[in-house]
């Protein structure tokens, strides 16, 4: 008989021990944990791409825009580049955070962030522009085939000035923070001496929504060159109560050197004409009125200037043949017209009709209009006179004192009944009231735009580097200000870092393919530079008012070909993201 196996041992199945549970566990803990850093790690690479790559499809339209505005650009105006560092409003150069959590230190001078450009440009265009404020009549919109284009960093209010003034009152000059007015020269101090505003200040004790600059934002600022049309324009019926049938109303609705298409104006693109006194007393004993001031006021609050650095005006009057006039016919300086950029009010209501007495009133000409003026620096402080932002240009040299403002939100969202009277008065009001805090966001161009840099190229090359292994080998010279860049990677800008942009000074009586202009006709100084702190400002005119002249009779002053933006940007989310990008775009020739 056949009898089944005896097993030599326990034949119970045998489970793991304790030790090699843990160990097990233990190695797909660590397993576990690795496939989930691998894909954090890829999805922080994929998220990090993605904002990337909206940042570079920003950028893209940004270029655009811009290609499109230098393609419509006219030499029958002029151009302006402001190169400058960001400073305090006492001129004292700054390190600038990214944003609170910035802990470095470039330049290895103790103090964290870094000196970050704030650069501006300015020119003139022709195509088809339209006024960007809200039109208080259907149809009735400001057009115009005539522009000033502006690229550059704005400048945000404070949002609490302390002087008492009545927030509620929508005619008061206080509070400009949150009733916003077309005479708002943008410059805090005038109400607290504290208060510095600037890009990257950091005021003891006070709030600076200005501070970092994740929270900058380019602006482009279009403003509309017009002339007021005394006939043809269709005004509206009624308009908030006002009849163009009444003779005694219809002056409100027609265009003045007050307003144009029922729009607030500035009364010239050059700052220091931007006054005029409303009684008009050397022209004419009955005012210009205008609907943008609230029509019950006495005539003497009738004379704020309508300024383009409030960020709520975009349209001057004149034309391109009036600009051409006063940058090469006056020949006197800008300030002589009697106005002070950091004054809201005070003297000088008069500038442009004084100026329009001597200059071009046949009755009074004082100065042959057609005269060259043969001061250079008098013509630069002109065309400096031009800028939206404000400057302060009687101690010779420019001091910049407020930039355009804006707001990333209107400063009130909601008006109550209350605050305005309900007649038709009171609701004219508040649609102009409205209509200003809609205009602080209109010209925000590129937000959190934390470096803007301009240079500048006549398209020569620096001949005189012959190595090849050189970076500037056959490279096109760029003029602007000194800027240095990283070129060690060791993460510090010192004196070993290759400078990135240089000045070449060049003058008409040098010879060679790198021949070009005087310095003191572009940039207004010698050779050697300026200091950090001040601004250096290039300007391009129609022609040199006193340069050396050529054997057939010509002063000259030449253009560049080319202009090169640099523009870095923050990302919204995370603002330890910083991008740069750089575009080249071509100055079109002579004609335009």
Known sequence: MNYPATPSGDSRNRGFSVVEMMVTIGVLVLVAAGVSAIFTSIGDTVARGRKVSELNRFASQVERVMREDFERMTRDGFLVIVNQNATDFN?????????????????????????????EIMFFARGSFASSRRALASGLVAESSEAAIYYGHGQKRPPALGDGGDIDNYISNKYLFFNPQPYDNNYPARYNANLDASLGASPLGELNPNRYAKDWSLLRHVTLLMSPESAGRVLPQEVFGLDRRDPNERE?????????????????????????????????????????????????????????????????????GFV??????????????????????????????NFAKQYFNPANTTTDPTVTTSDRSIVRQWMIDALPSEWDQS?????????????????????????????????????????????????VFLPRCTEFIV????????????????????????????????????????AADRVAARFYNKSYGRTGTNQGPDELLVVGHGAGGIADNVPEIACFGYFDPNGALDPNGFKPWSWPRFIRVTMSIADASDPTIEETYQVVLEVPAGGG
């Open 455 to 494: 240079e500048w190229s006549y398209g020569f090359v620096n001949e005189n580097i012959v190595n090849v292994t050189d970076p500037e080998f056959k490279q096109l010279i760029w003029y602007g200000r000194d800027r240095r860049i990283d070129s060690n990677a060791d993460g510090l800008l010192t």
């Open 324 to 353: 051409r006039s006063v940058v090469t016919s006056v020949n006197r300086t800008p300030r002589s017209f009697g106005i002070n950029p950091r004054n809201i009010f005070g003297a000088g209501t008069r500038q442009y009709d």
């Open 91 to 119: 001129g004292n150069l700054v390190d600038v955070q990214l944003s609170s959590a910035d802990a470095s230190d470039l330049d290895a001078n103790g103090n964290t962030g870094r000196v970050r450009r704030v650069d």
């Open 395 to 443: 101690g010779g040299i420019p001091v910049q004192v407020s930039r355009v403002r804006y707001e990333d939100v209107p400063t009130r969202l909601l008006y109550s009944d209350a605050q305005f009277n309900n007649n038709d008065t009171g609701r004219l009001q508040q649609a102009i009231a409205e209509s200003n805090q809609e205009m602080l966001g209109s010209s």
């Open 252 to 320: 409100y609705l027609e265009d003045s050197e007050r307003q144009i298409a029922l729009q607030p104006v500035a009364r010239s693109i050059f700052s220091s004409l931007r006054g005029t006194d409303p009684r008009r007393i050397m022209q004419d004993p009955n005012p210009p009125r205008a609907i943008s001031d609230p029509y019950t006021t006495n005539l003497s609050e009738l004379s704020g200037y309508r300024r383009r650095a409030s960020g709520l005006v975009d349209i001057a009057v004149g034309d391109l």
